[in-house]
């Protein structure tokens, strides 16, 4: 059986790039991010400097954002955010009729499954205290200008994906499986995701479905209301994997 997709979606600060490159490293995948941008304005014969600034933001309905010329499947008037939106979607699906890989953010989870592709949908999630910690020691912010950063981000990747899946950002029940990356920071939450993929996705989704009513999940402080994210003992995940499922790797 063919390895499925792996949609990863994050918050921001929580490691989730990383952890997803990582994750193609030791899969030996390819991991797609930022590299869609170049992608989707290939396809849609505009240069890529016209979506700077519109990566992962719903258009702005009282914002007139200019007409753009491209190539035929972009409409005369259309908002660059939809363009976007509509050549990355495309280009999302091309890539997962060929290889295995990762693909980060950018709604995947949602267009692979309206499509009917095979996916495993992640979301990366740490407290807020932790994710602005480490925003401030990569950037060099202040802890007011992280915490604003976070703030800003996260409510844009919400509207984003709220707005082009008809669906919740961050909420557990549109996933597969939510881990904190502060628990066992980035490495090790890479080697967990990887050895709780090891099965058929199909009876992992069943077992976690039971799980999910089993254990009692944490909310951590800082995080939306909206997010609870689930905290599950991958040790007993572990043990359920490898006395009930085959292995893709």
């Known amino acids: 059986m063919k390895m499925p997709i792996i949609a990863l979606g994050r918050q921001f600060g929580s490691g989730g790039r990383e952890i997803g490159k990582r994750l193609a490293e030791k ?3 390819r991991c797609y991010d930022r590299e869609l941008i170049t ?3 290939q396809k849609a014969e505009l240069r890529e400097e016209l979506f700077a600034g519109r990566e992962e933001k719903a258009p702005n309905p009282w914002l007139f954002t200019g007409v753009y010329e491209g190539g035929p ?3 005369k008037g259309q908002p660059a955010e939809d363009i976007l939106f509509e050549m990355q979607s495309q280009v999302i699906l091309e890539l997962a ?7 980060v953010g950018r ?4 267009i692979l499954k309206s499509a009917g592709i095979p996916v495993i949908s992640l979301f990366i999630c ?7 910690r480490r925003r401030m020691e990569i950037e060099g912010l202040g802890p007011k200008e992280a915490e604003d950063t976070i703030r800003k981000i996260d409510k844009q990747r919400k509207k984003y994906y709220d707005t082009y899946t008809g669906r919740n950002w961050g909420v557990p029940e549109n996933y597969d499986f939510c881990i904190n990356s502060s628990v066992m920071g980035i490495e090790e939450t890479a080697e967990h995701i990887i050895t709780w993929t090891r099965g058929n996705w199909r009876h992992i989704r069943f077992h976690l479905s039971i799980l999910y009513k089993k254990f009692v999940f944490q909310a951590f ?5 909206s997010l609870l994210p689930l905290f599950i003992d991958l040790q007993i995940l572990r043990c359920r994997q490898q006395e009930s499922f085959t292995h893709f790797f």
Not at 97 to 103: A, G, L, V
Not at 221 to 225: L, V
């Open 73 to 75: 499947q972009v409409r």
């Open 107 to 110: 709604c995947a989870d949602a």
């Open 39 to 41: 992608l989707a304005a």
């Open 221 to 225: 402080y800082g995080i939306p209301g």
């Open 97 to 103: 009729q060929k290889d295995p890989c990762i693909i």
């Open 126 to 132: 740490a407290p807020f205290g932790d994710r602005i």
């Open 27 to 29: 899969l030996n995948i």
